[in-house]
């Protein structure tokens, strides 16, 4: 069946979180920090039929309707949206052969995917000596989060597989219900007067919005064993992390960059907004769209003594938010900022952290994509996502779990780490994670 011929949107407004990733978005190319995209990446021992990966990417209305969309502001203080038109573009899919395996080209790496751009979703096959391959999926994060990635994934191997229902209205946003604007203005100076509370300055960040990233960012991967996990798993239950051991992550992360800040004499109070899944539990759509929120997490010296007490303070600040309804209010917030033209937006955000956003960018896929063993058909041996790079800081951990094993993909500018930092972040961080309460 042609994509086309499917009941396509012809037109998406983007949500609140989309406008923020519009903002992220301006950043990056303030900084030239490599734009706001991110990458996921499978590893397979099997040879790749190109055609038969071709004809699954062609038959998918929802890559037809990525490569077939433009970016409009709407009017004056009205929503931006995304303008369906059939243009017949498919997606670019490139082929590089590369001599060391499962290390990806930099090329590959590095390249943008603009939202001035033709299409917002691009394929790369990588190919080594030893007949294993790569499959790189990048995408431009504005359109999909995390979990809208993984979906994605499932809808492809749908396709592939030919189970494909041909129902596509939950993949993309639902109208939204309208919210009074008393309402909106009672939220918004709920939710002001929080984050000002939670960011009071001064804040300590690896980097700050005077630094400059000239060099193109950088990635290293810390790998566990599936033994190690089981491991790390049971130290986050130990150290207090009931509700699974995202907030003992966090806290590892913390501690780490907080060892850093000491090294250099920098050490102070950190600051982090972590992503927080809008989706209802047990939900299912939609792909298209970032549906995040936030917790805001503030760490002064006195909490970051012990990993155990990092974790304490975390969970008493998370259930005071959710008590409070913060991530909600925050959504309704970033629902209400669509309407403001993203240029005065980005001077509202960039006011507020003097052009450092956060202390570091944290993100967890949490057990999203520990399954994905299966992708078009092919056995998947490894799984990992290149997060966005964010300058300032700089410096961002991302945290995936695939088989049982545990994954950490750390996306860093040299122009802020250098090459002794990053090898003692890693061996921190994996100290951390590794040693009982």
Request: with cysteine; proline share 6%.
């Given at each position: 069946?042609n994509?086309s011929?499917?009941?396509?949107?012809q037109?998406?407004?983007?949500?609140?979180?989309?406008?923020?990733?519009?903002?992220?978005?301006?950043?990056a190319?303030?900084?030239?920090?490599?734009?706001?995209?991110?990458?996921?990446?499978f590893?397979t021992?099997?040879?790749?039929?190109?055609?038969q990966?071709?004809?699954?990417?062609?038959?998918?209305?929802v890559?037809?309707?990525?490569?077939?969309?433009?970016l409009?502001?709407?009017?004056?203080?009205?929503r931006?949206?995304?303008?369906?038109?059939?243009?017949?573009?498919?997606?670019?899919?490139?082929?590089?052969?590369?001599?060391?395996?499962?290390q990806?080209?930099?090329?590959v790496?590095?390249?943008?995917?603009?939202?001035?751009g033709?299409?917002?979703?691009?394929?790369?096959i990588?190919e080594y000596?030893?007949?294993?391959?790569v499959?790189?999926?990048?995408?431009?994060?504005?359109?999909?989060?995390?979990?809208?990635i993984?979906?994605?994934?499932?809808?492809?191997?749908e396709?592939?597989?030919g189970n494909?229902?041909?129902?596509i209205?939950?993949?993309?946003?639902?109208?939204?219900?309208?919210?009074?604007?008393?309402?909106h203005?009672?939220?918004?100076?709920?939710v002001k007067s929080?984050i000002?509370?939670s960011?009071?300055?001064?804040?300590?960040?690896?980097?700050?919005?005077?630094s400059?990233?000239?060099a193109?960012?950088?990635?290293?991967?810390?790998?566990f064993?599936?033994?190690?996990?089981?491991?790390?798993?049971?130290?986050?239950i130990?150290h207090?992390?009931?509700?699974g051991?995202?907030?003992?992550?966090?806290?590892?992360?913390?501690?780490?960059?907080?060892?850093i800040q000491?090294?250099r004499?920098?050490?102070?109070t950190?600051?982090?907004?972590?992503?927080?899944?809008g989706?209802?539990?047990g939900?299912?759509?939609?792909?298209?769209s970032n549906?995040v929120?936030?917790?805001?997490?503030?760490?002064?010296?006195?909490?970051?003594?012990?990993?155990?007490?990092?974790?304490?303070?975390l969970?008493?600040?998370?259930?005071?938010?959710?008590?409070?309804k913060?991530?909600?209010?925050?959504?309704?917030l970033?629902?209400?900022?669509?309407?403001?033209?993203?240029g005065?937006?980005?001077?509202?955000?960039?006011?507020?952290?003097?052009g450092?956003?956060?202390?570091?960018?944290?993100?967890?896929?949490?057990?999203?994509f520990?399954n994905?063993s299966n992708?078009?058909?092919?056995?998947?041996?490894?799984?990992?996502?290149?997060?966005?790079?964010t300058?300032?800081?700089?410096?961002?951990?991302?945290?995936?779990k695939?088989n049982?094993?545990?994954?950490?993909?750390?996306?860093?500018?040299p122009?802020?780490i250098d090459?002794?930092?990053?090898?003692?972040?890693?061996?921190?961080?994996?100290?951390?994670?590794?040693?009982?309460?």
């Amino acid at each position: 069946m042609n994509p086309s011929s499917y009941n396509l949107p012809q037109k998406v407004y983007l949500t609140g979180s989309d406008c923020f990733h519009l903002v992220l978005d301006k950043h990056a190319k303030k900084y030239q920090s490599g734009g706001n995209v991110m990458r996921i990446v499978f590893n397979t021992n099997d040879v790749l039929n190109h055609t038969q990966l071709k004809e699954v990417f062609a038959e998918s209305p929802v890559i037809h309707w990525l490569c077939n969309i433009q970016l409009k502001p709407g009017a004056i203080f009205g929503r931006p949206y995304w303008l369906y038109q059939n243009k017949g573009n498919g997606i670019v899919i490139q082929t590089h052969q590369h001599s060391v395996p499962n290390q990806l080209p930099e090329t590959v790496l590095q390249r943008d995917i603009p939202i001035e751009g033709e299409r917002f979703i691009e394929c790369d096959i990588i190919e080594y000596p030893d007949n294993s391959s790569v499959i790189v999926i990048s995408w431009n994060h504005i359109l999909i989060d995390g979990r809208g990635i993984g979906m994605l994934i499932s809808h492809l191997n749908e396709v592939a597989a030919g189970n494909f229902n041909a129902d596509i209205s939950t993949l993309f946003p639902a109208k939204e219900k309208p919210l009074g604007m008393l309402a909106h203005i009672r939220n918004m100076y709920k939710v002001k007067s929080f984050i000002e509370q939670s960011s009071k300055a001064p804040l300590a960040s690896v980097a700050s919005a005077r630094s400059q990233a000239k060099a193109p960012f950088k990635t290293k991967i810390i790998y566990f064993n599936e033994a190690e996990t089981q491991q790390i798993h049971q130290h986050a239950i130990n150290h207090g992390a009931r509700l699974g051991p995202n907030l003992f992550y966090i806290a590892c992360c913390s501690h780490t960059v907080n060892n850093i800040q000491k090294r250099r004499n920098t050490q102070g109070t950190l600051w982090l907004p972590v992503p927080y899944d809008g989706r209802l539990r047990g939900s299912i759509g939609p792909i298209v769209s970032n549906t995040v929120a936030f917790f805001f997490y503030r760490m002064p010296q006195k909490v970051l003594q012990t990993v155990k007490l990092t974790v304490s303070s975390l969970s008493d600040q998370m259930m005071e938010q959710i008590k409070n309804k913060r991530p909600q209010q925050y959504s309704h917030l970033l629902n209400m900022m669509r309407h403001i033209p993203v240029g005065l937006y980005y001077k509202l955000v960039n006011k507020t952290g003097e052009g450092t956003f956060t202390s570091f960018v944290y993100s967890a896929t949490g057990e999203g994509f520990n399954n994905h063993s299966n992708f078009m058909g092919y056995m998947v041996t490894g799984l990992t996502i290149y997060p966005s790079p964010t300058f300032p800081p700089g410096l961002t951990f991302s945290f995936l779990k695939f088989n049982n094993a545990l994954n950490i993909n750390i996306a860093y500018s040299p122009d802020i780490i250098d090459t002794f930092e990053i090898t003692f972040i890693e061996e921190e961080l994996k100290k951390l994670l590794t040693t009982p309460a």
